[in-house]
């Protein structure tokens, strides 16, 4: 199988992930890259944390929720194959953070059945593939991974990680984008972001102030920008 041009590494209820892997879809259309979309658990990489002394209130519940959806996730790539990952994570995604009524989802909505299988439907995937949300047999093969992810860069990161021309490029955390650019300023961005990544000596660049993703799940309209906002604590386990 030839090696695809992108590793791209995500939680499907991580918003900063979310936006990042649109920008990196409008770069793949236009330079015809392919990328293998894997897995990285939010509630794995922090499964040794309080999350009660270390989180905002519900933040648990919400990555568990991502458990769940990654759980699916892994049995769609082992029952459908690779190809069949980008699709389930682009209709799940889109319905948590782009819906009209996405700031309204719970953590539990989301990782029910009910929420899932209509979803599923959308991507062209059986319904019954929701039967993978409970099943913790799945929980080691995306813990793997997302170990597999941070071996790549350091342990002491979130979602999304991006390997650039694996199996020998760069990897890195991010980048971490609050807004969807436009199709021109989407591949000026990645020349800038893979002509970083080339230079061996490169290790981070980061800027703690953040402006509000403009998702509707936040209640942002994404065509208005948003107030800048400080959104560092916590980014670099959860990126949320």
Request: hydrophobic residues 40%.
């Amino acid at each position: 199988m030839t090696e695809p041009d992108v590793h791209f590494y995500f939680d499907p209820v991580c918003p900063f992930a979310w936006m990042t892997s649109k920008w990196v879809r409008m770069v793949a259309a236009q330079r015809d890259y392919t990328v293998d979309w894997r897995f990285i658990s939010l509630r794995l990489i922090n499964s040794a944390v309080d999350y009660d002394s270390h989180f905002p209130a519900g933040y648990e519940e919400g990555h568990t929720s991502g458990l769940r959806l990654l759980r699916v996730a892994a049995r769609v790539r082992a029952e459908q194959g690779r190809s069949a990952v980008g699709p389930f994570y682009e209709a799940v995604s889109s319905e948590i953070f782009d819906a009209p009524g996405a700031a309204e989802l719970t953590p539990a909505t989301r990782g029910s059945r009910a929420f899932l299988e209509p979803l599923l439907a959308a991507a062209r995937l059986p319904a019954g593939l929701s039967g993978a949300l409970d099943d913790t047999r799945w929980d080691e093969e995306i813990r793997a991974e997302g170990d597999e992810a941070r071996s790549l860069t350091g342990r002491d990161v979130g979602t999304p990680i991006i390997h650039f021309s694996p199996p020998g490029g760069a990897a890195f955390f991010g980048p971490v984008i609050s807004r969807l650019p436009g199709p021109d300023e989407a591949v000026r961005l990645w020349d800038h972001v893979t002509a970083l990544a080339a230079f061996p000596g490169f290790a981070e660049l980061k800027r703690s102030l953040r402006e509000r993703p403009q998702l509707h799940s936040f209640g942002v309209d994404p065509g208005m920008a948003g107030a800048e906002e400080d959104w560092h604590a916590g980014s670099r386990k959860t990126a949320s």
